[in-house]
């Protein structure tokens, strides 16, 4: 079966219709959608069995198990989109950049970029080179009926956090370094990485995703005057590249409540706020920015620190965070970062039924 077969399985107006998809344009959907990042993973005892034994790059470029640990807070949960079961290193490592995942520690890369040699000779991506993932987004098409499939990437910025550092970094200071030393060098590493991150991205929605999320996890780490510098063109050119795909497009970051304006201006349809800004004040601080906008769209924000809190505690920061919510033009529930690996999957299905039945 093509993926094009596969899509042809649901209606459009079906999946036009989905809660996520409608709040994604600003409309009003029939209930808040809800979708966890890291909802597919280690909170749940039935990814820890199928995983077992199998490394984390080994199991992003399975499409069988893709497919399988992409499903399963779906059907576990009823949540209102499938985050398709990837990391941010993938297109990176089928590139053929030497890196892998350690177990505790996150990516390590063999050879960190350091110089303008190390960018000349980064390669391209090639779409042969990630035909797992799209075989994988060919089988959930088939499996996921109504429910939006989510595609997403590692944006410039955090992807060459870790070619510089080397692996996952506290405070950046290679990296840092780098962009104010030689800023030459910084801006044809970030170019690299866009067309890469924008390959994949195109490959995904051209496989049949309905939304794409843009992580710049470490964007945080920077001030507005050098993310404007140094970052935005870069992320603008991944968001803008991708304006004529008509899927929703999401830009999340980390410790970024300084920077969301800037962020949107990336191009992005949606964008999502950690626990740390207030969905309403970020709201005003996206309106200020750009009056002549439309009112935005946000995603967020709960922290995930919360899921372990009890639940009158947990209630009432739902019911606050979706009564911020209503300042956008539409709202997207998520968390402020992603779900903690010990968090109690019971939790995060009835966080799920509280957030469906909020009106």
């Known amino acids: 079966m093509t993926n094009t077969e596969s899509t042809s399985a649901v209606p459009a107006t079906a999946l036009s219709e989905a809660p996520l998809l409608v709040a994604a344009r600003g409309g009003t959907p029939s209930r808040t959608p809800v979708w966890f990042m890291r909802q597919a993973g280690r909170s749940l005892p039935e990814y820890r069995k199928l995983r077992e034994g199998t490394a984390m790059l080994d199991a992003c470029t399975d499409p069988e198990m893709v497919c399988e640990i992409t499903m399963q807070p779906v059907r576990r949960h009823d949540v209102d989109g499938a985050i398709l079961f990837s990391d941010i290193v993938v297109p990176l490592k089928a590139a053929g950049i030497d890196l892998d995942i350690v177990p505790g520690t996150g990516p390590v890369v063999a050879n960190p970029v350091r110089s303008a040699a190390d960018v000349a000779a980064l390669p391209e991506l090639e779409p042969e080179q990630v035909r797992p993932v799209l075989d994988a987004i060919g089988l959930l098409l088939a499996e996921l009926g109504g429910t939006p499939l989510i595609g997403f990437?590692?944006?410039?910025?955090?992807?060459?956090?870790?070619?510089?550092?080397?692996?996952?970094?506290?405070?950046?200071?290679?990296?840092?370094?780098?962009?104010?030393?030689?800023?030459?060098?910084?801006?044809?590493?970030?170019?690299?990485?866009?067309?890469?991150?924008?390959?994949?991205?195109?490959?995904?929605?051209?496989?049949?995703?309905?939304?794409?999320?843009?992580?710049?996890?470490?964007?945080?780490?920077?001030?507005?005057?050098?993310?404007?510098?140094?970052?935005?063109?870069?992320?603008?050119?991944?968001?803008?590249g991708l304006a004529d795909a008509g899927v929703p497009r999401i830009h999340f970051g980390v410790g970024t409540g300084e920077l969301l304006p800037a962020m949107r201006e990336a191009g992005a349809d949606v964008v999502g706020v950690d626990w740390r800004t207030p969905l309403d004040t970020a709201v005003r601080r996206l309106q200020e920015a750009a009056p002549d906008l439309p009112k935005p769209v946000v995603q967020g924000n709960l922290d995930p620190a919360l899921l372990f809190a009890g639940r009158p505690a947990l209630e009432a920061e739902i019911r606050r965070i979706h009564a911020e919510g209503r300042a956008a033009a539409g709202h997207v529930f998520n968390l402020g970062h992603g779900v903690l690996p010990d968090t109690d999957p019971e939790v995060i299905t009835w966080a799920v039924e509280l957030v469906h039945g909020l009106r």
Do not use: C
């Open 153 to 240: 990437a590692g944006a410039p910025f955090t992807l060459a956090s870790y070619l510089v550092e080397g692996g996952p970094s506290r405070n950046h200071e290679r990296t840092k370094a780098l962009m104010h030393s030689d800023p030459d060098t910084w801006h044809a590493l970030l170019d690299k990485l866009a067309g890469i991150t924008s390959t994949f991205l195109r490959l995904q929605v051209e496989a049949g995703v309905s939304a794409v999320q843009l992580f710049d996890s470490w964007a945080g780490a920077l001030s507005e005057r050098d993310y404007r510098r140094f970052v935005l063109p870069h992320s603008r050119r991944v968001l803008g």
